[in-house]
């Protein structure tokens, strides 16, 4: 069973469309987090869920929307995407700082 | 705010060679400290924690100490292998009013070669 599951792996869109990326945790954690890794290699957090309430948002067009329907899945929502949007998106879970995060296996979306 | 500073790969070692990534980092309050790997198309994967001073992290033969001190997080292994190449990235988690939050240095590649 994975752990930390995200789809679709690969996403290849059109500017100006409209996309979701999916996340789901079957380890009973209470945080989730989206994270965005550019083509060098940097990671940057972009929001975290802690059961279902928004507690990190950094700054990130609101052209992006995460939703938790429930502790464990997190998924992010995408208007009008734009070249720049391309990169790897990482969901991640924890259950206190101590413990570090589980992260899923990324989503690679390429705007076209 | 917080920060984590890396060395700049690429970095090109022969199998059983000895391996130092260095990591500092500028954190207010007690942050706890990782270390994480990332093969190629894959997602991160934590490879060893310290949560205080002085504490080691150690998985598959590398280790790491928390040096309060010096505010660093360096990782070491005595002898690399093929499989280890990969790219490093040290990593620190502080809680609080923002919630729990990990902060990645620039993440330092490693190509282990024959």
């Known amino acids: 069973d994975t752990a930390v599951s995200q789809t679709p792996k690969y996403l290849v869109t059109q500017m100006g469309n409209d996309k979701s990326i999916k996340c789901e945790q079957n380890?009973?954690?209470?945080?989730m987090y989206w994270y965005k890794q550019d083509s060098k290699k940097f990671l940057k957090i972009m929001f975290s869920?802690?059961?279902?309430?928004?507690?990190i948002n950094e700054t990130v067009p609101n052209r992006f929307s995460p939703k938790s329907p429930d502790k464990a899945h997190l998924n992010l929502h995408i208007n009008s995407l734009e070249l720049g949007d391309s990169a790897v998106y990482f969901c991640?879970?924890?259950?206190?700082?101590?413990?570090?995060?589980?992260f899923g296996s990324g989503t690679r979306l390429t705007v076209v | 705010g917080n920060s984590v500073t890396q060395m700049e790969g690429p970095v090109t070692l022969s199998e059983e060679a000895f391996l130092t990534i260095n990591c500092t980092y500028t954190?207010?309050?007690?942050?706890?400290l990782f270390w994480y790997v990332q093969y190629p198309g894959e997602g991160l994967q934590l490879l060893l924690k310290?949560?205080?001073?002085?504490d080691k992290g150690s998985n598959k033969g590398f280790e790491a100490t928390y040096r309060k001190e010096t505010t660093s997080f360096h990782l070491e292994k005595g002898s690399v292998q093929v499989s280890d190449s990969a790219v490093y990235f040290c990593?620190?988690?502080?809680?609080?009013?923002?919630?729990?939050?990990?902060?990645f240095g620039t993440g330092t590649q490693l190509k282990v070669e024959l």
């Open positions: 991640a879970s924890s259950p206190t700082q101590y413990y570090g995060y589980t």
């Open positions: 380890l009973g954690h209470d945080t």
């Open positions: 869920y802690n059961n279902k309430e928004l507690i």
């Open positions: 954190a207010t309050g007690y942050p706890s």
């Open positions: 310290a949560t205080k001073a002085d």
């Open positions: 990593a620190l988690s502080t809680s609080g009013g923002g919630g729990n939050k990990l902060t």
